[in-house]
């Protein structure tokens, strides 16, 4: 009984996956930790995301009262005195401070109390740009997270496709091999081995292809980790992930509910629409309580100390529109971004339902090309055996080898589109 060469190894795959994953092989789960570790735009993001939150508190300080202080130490090139007419004769007091030089110092302390709304509008700007650069972050990273993954699979992909042209050429060398034995004995002509060995040659070619292909999507995959380019990586093979379930109106729904993008546009929106309110109260009356301490060294007055409470009072009039018009610029800009958001929700819905039929495509063909593999197994054995006996001819067995090795490509892409779509419907419903 002869075993086909692409048998042994659809026998032998199962093996030589559970030797990786017990030699500690590289799963999904590691390259996205990998990829976190190592992305500079993610980092970026990361540190955006910081300085929104460091810009939300220095808004929310502008509530705290404020003490400053400030000194100096000054030189007169000739101290002033005071001097007026005192009846007959003139007064002529001592120098204001001595050895014409004197130190001041003050302290300030104020607190707003009234500014009609902009410290508050400008808190809840920064809260929501805050908002909206973590959103942000989480959009990155879900990205990342689905080109490391698709990475991944082309890099597993291109590793079937190798193995598959390797299967190739055993299978043919073994026919080559047949037909030179068949030639020997007189059975059949020369042309047979001619394109026996013809065929061979061009499956070499296509192995060779296939390894350029695999080292390529390596390098690829190992660019988006961080890592060398030449690494060579063992990876765990996927058999599946975490099925998204639920018809596609609730998809679509939970994409609605969960997308961080939209949670990002919709904050942005926001943040412009409490600028443009803070802006606006620029033109309302502005109250503060002012508490104020000196010092001041001096020869004449009574106290070298003095201190002071105050209310303070602003209120622009009239500034030529300024407040105005940056209040609607920002406010058109605030409309703008709402209706980007509208745009936005439109184009979710519609990537959640090229996701999901998509997948639902993939997961149909997995069942229709795991027959075909079976029969064009089963075709590439009869035509061997009817090769043997003389009831066929060269070119059915090379046929039945081409048909062989199509159907296995397309069963390894049926089963690696399926986890590749639910990955991808994953990160369209913003659960990836």
């Known amino acids: 009984m002869t075993v086909h060469p692409a048998s042994l190894w659809r026998l032998a795959a199962p093996l030589v996956l559970l030797a ?21 735009g993610l980092a970026a993001l990361h540190s955006r995301a910081e300085a929104g939150q460091a810009e939300e508190a220095a808004a929310r300080a502008e509530r705290l009262p404020k003490l400053s202080i400030d000194g100096s130490w000054q030189r007169f090139g000739d101290a002033p005195a005071f001097r007026f007419p005192f009846g007959s004769s003139t007064f002529t007091s001592p120098e204001l401070v001595s ?21 508050t509008a400008g808190i809840e700007s920064a809260r929501q740009v805050a908002l909206g650069a973590g959103f942000g972050t989480q959009a990155y990273a879900q990205d ?82 961080g890592q060398p380019l030449d ?40 943040a412009l629409a409490e600028q443009a309110r803070g802006e606006s109260a620029s033109h309302l009356p502005q109250f503060g309580l002012i508490a104020d301490y000196q010092h001041l060294e001096n020869q004449v007055l009574d106290s070298e100390d003095f201190g ?33 958001h509208n745009d936005l929700q439109s184009r ?15 997961q149909a063909r997995v069942p ?15 035509g061997r055996e009817q090769y043997g006996v003389g009831l066929a001819t060269s070119t059915v067995v090379l046929d039945a080898e081409a048909l062989r090795l199509q159907a296995v490509a397309n069963h390894d892409n049926a089963l690696l589109d399926v986890v590749l779509g639910e990955l991808r419907l994953q990160r369209a419903i913003g659960e990836l």
């Open 20 to 40: 990786l994953r017990t030699a500690g092989a590289e799963t999904l789960a590691d390259a996205w930790q990998l990829a976190a570790e190592n992305d500079a």
């Open 99 to 119: 050895h014409d030089n004197f130190l001041m110092g003050r302290a300030r302390l104020e607190l707003p109390l009234y500014t009609g709304g902009r410290i």
């Open 144 to 225: 990342l997270r689905l080109r490391v993954a698709t990475a991944y699979i082309d890099v597993l992909r291109a590793r079937r496709a190798l193995r598959a042209a390797e299967s190739a050429v055993a299978s043919l060398e073994a026919h080559a091999g047949e037909v030179a034995v068949m030639l020997e004995r007189g059975a059949v002509p020369r042309n047979d081995w001619l394109a026996a060995r013809v065929t061979l040659a061009d499956a070499g070619q296509a192995r060779l292809r296939a390894d350029s292909r695999q080292q390529l999507a390596l390098a690829a995959y190992n660019r988006l980790l």
């Open 231 to 270: 690494r060579q990586a063992p990876l765990e093979d996927i058999a599946e992930t975490a099925p998204v379930a639920g018809p596609v109106d609730e998809l679509v729904e939970r994409a609605l509910a969960h997308r961080p993008e939209l949670a990002g546009s919709a904050a942005q929106a926001q």
């Open 308 to 340: 002071l409470l105050g209310l303070g009072f602003s209120w622009t009039l009239w500034d030529g529109g300024r407040i105005r018009e940056r209040a609607s610029a920002l406010r058109s800009a605030s409309r703008a971004a709402a209706r980007d």
């Open 348 to 362: 979710i819905a519609l990537e959640v339902r090229e996701a999901w039929l998509a997948l639902r495509e993939a």
């Open 368 to 382: 229709l090309t795991r027959e075909a593999v079976d029969q064009a197994e089963e075709n590439l054995r009869v």
